[in-house]
């Protein structure tokens, strides 16, 4: 990658399937993006070990080490900065993050929330669909605010709730939507295509008023 590349860090808690699938298109060339590196809040996340087979800087800051949410979130920030992203990716990162370290970064970190945002902020997701009966479900890209899912939504993708789903069937089938959801919004992002201005999102000088629809 040239030195002009659109840099980009994940920050992730878990199995990394978001990130593999970031990384697969970014090997594919599909992405115009370097994942210069990836942090987790957890020394045994999965996506640690994906990182590092694609030969990607990797940084662990372990949550249950610090006493004070300030001083992680400081030291996550530091960790980041000394990257130089152009873009900050949540790709199941399961910390609340400290309005601070939501303002440094603000308009240049997204998150991705498996429900139909403004639905079902927070945890439970495919469980409180169900309960609710609802007839569709499906994953969000937002810039991420202070307001714990409440950020600016850039781009959802949608699929059916059957009869006979359960939480298994939803978590299974809305992961591997996302695979195709999540690197679309980087691109556009890397291409310029997407910005954040004034707190809202904007797509070709547009105001995103509805979620751009993605079909898988």
Same mark, same amino acid.
């Given at each position: 990658? @040239?030195?002009?590349?659109?840099?980009?860090?994940?920050? *992730?808690?878990?199995?990394?399937?978001?990130?593999?699938?970031? *990384? #697969?298109?970014?090997?594919?060339?599909?992405?115009?993006?370097?994942?210069? &590196?990836?942090?987790?809040?957890?020394?045994?996340?999965? &996506?640690?070990?994906?990182?590092?087979?694609? &030969?990607?800087?990797?940084?662990?800051? #372990?949550?249950?080490? +610090? &006493?004070?949410?300030?001083?992680?979130?400081?030291?996550?920030?530091?960790?980041?900065?000394?990257?130089?992203?152009?873009?900050?990716?949540?790709? %199941?990162?399961?910390?609340?993050? @400290?309005?601070?370290?939501?303002?440094? +970064?603000? %308009? !240049?970190?997204?998150?991705?929330?498996? @429900?139909?945002?403004? !639905?079902?902020?927070?945890?439970?997701?495919? !469980? /409180?669909?169900?309960?609710?009966?609802?007839?569709?479900? %499906?994953?969000?890209?937002? +810039?991420?605010?202070?307001? $714990?899912?409440?950020?600016?939504? *850039?781009?959802?993708? /949608?699929?059916?709730?059957?009869?006979?789903?359960?939480?298994?069937? $939803?978590?299974?089938?809305? !992961?591997? $939507?996302?695979?195709?959801?999540?690197?679309?919004?980087?691109?556009?992002?890397?291409?310029?295509?997407?910005?954040?201005?004034?707190?809202?999102?904007?797509?070709?000088?547009?105001?995103?008023?509805?979620?751009?629809?993605?079909?898988?």
């Amino acid at each position: 990658m @040239s030195q002009h590349a659109f840099r980009v860090v994940v920050l *992730i808690s878990g199995a990394g399937s978001n990130l593999q699938a970031l *990384i #697969d298109q970014q090997t594919n060339q599909q992405l115009p993006i370097e994942i210069v &590196g990836v942090l987790s809040n957890r020394p045994n996340a999965g &996506g640690l070990s994906i990182a590092q087979s694609a &030969g990607i800087a990797t940084a662990v800051v #372990d949550h249950t080490t +610090f &006493g004070d949410r300030q001083d992680y979130d400081n030291q996550v920030a530091q960790a980041i900065l000394t990257w130089q992203p152009d873009l900050v990716v949540l790709a %199941g990162y399961m910390r609340i993050m @400290s309005a601070g370290l939501v303002r440094q +970064f603000e %308009g !240049k970190m997204i998150n991705i929330h498996p @429900s139909l945002l403004p !639905k079902y902020p927070g945890l439970n997701t495919h !469980k /409180k669909a169900l309960e609710a009966g609802d007839t569709e479900h %499906g994953s969000s890209v937002h +810039f991420v605010t202070e307001e $714990l899912d409440g950020g600016p939504v *850039i781009a959802q993708i /949608k699929t059916p709730i059957n009869h006979d789903d359960t939480e298994q069937t $939803l978590v299974e089938r809305i !992961k591997r $939507l996302e695979h195709t959801l999540y690197p679309r919004v980087v691109k556009w992002l890397a291409e310029g295509e997407v910005t954040y201005r004034e707190g809202k999102a904007w797509r070709n000088e547009q105001l995103i008023k509805e979620p751009q629809l993605i079909e898988d």
